[in-house]
């Protein structure tokens, strides 16, 4: 990469590590820049650069993003600021306003055109709390390695049963977690049974989730229809 920042050849470290994910890990590069290495082999960095240049493109608030030639390793812009769940654990962003900040998040994504396909919509599926950060230039969404194309309500359903089923779980953020959803489901029309259902069939799929989790599902996709008026599905 010509100009830019270096990254360690695969298996190398370029600096600390900054944080870690259920399937990656953050590593410092320099002030400007950090490495993400996907350490199950699920990812493919350069699919995953494409789909966030694409939405940057189009001026949706993605980081920056240079491939490394390595499938596992994305070098990404390094975002200054809390997390939208680090916020509000610190008491400075309301739980109503997260949940129209991720409705807000949604949509300006689903009006852009589709990389692959002209009659689909780009699909972020793993839009929650922890994967925005509240930047000085205002909300900026990472972690797009679930991303992909088709149907706004899945992308709808897949941020509604991640909030309920924190909502549902007894922790102590279960009460923010109720209210963030209630905002984020404020237009009833956004999440479709199909998406729903299809939400709720990748969820339950997902390896990296606990039993515990699954377990939560049903009592999720109960409180998701309650929410928009549909509880008897």
Sequence with gaps: ????????SPGGLPGRL???????????????WVLRRDREGWEDSALLA?????????GYP??????????????????????????????????????????RLLRELHALPGRVSADA???????????????PDGPRVIDWANAGEGDPGLDWGMSA???AQVAVSGLPLADP????????????????EEGLTEALRRRAANPTMSRAETELLGPAAELIRATVGRPDR
Excluded: C, K, W
């Excluded at 990469?1 to 360690?8: I, V």
């Excluded at 494409?50 to 189009?58: I, N």
């Excluded at 919509?121 to 930047?135: E, G, K, S």
């Design 121 to 135: 919509r780009v699909l972020h599926l793993d839009l929650h709390p922890d994967n925005v950060i509240l930047t």
């Design 1 to 8: 990469m010509p100009g830019g920042p270096q990254a360690e």
């Design 161 to 163: 049963v991640i909030l």
């Design 62 to 103: 993605a980081p920056a993003v240079r491939p490394t030639g390595s499938r596992a390793d994305l070098v990404m812009e390094r975002l200054e600021g809390p997390t939208m769940l680090q916020a509000f654990a610190a008491g400075t962003l309301d739980p109503a306003e997260a949940g129209a900040v991720l409705a």
């Design 50 to 58: 494409a789909v966030m240049s694409h939405v940057r493109e189009h």
């Design 177 to 192: 977690a109720r209210a963030m959803l209630t905002a984020l489901l404020a237009d009833p029309s956004d999440v479709t």
């Design 18 to 32: 900054l944080g870690s994910g259920r399937t990656a890990d953050v590593y410092e590069i320099d002030a400007a």
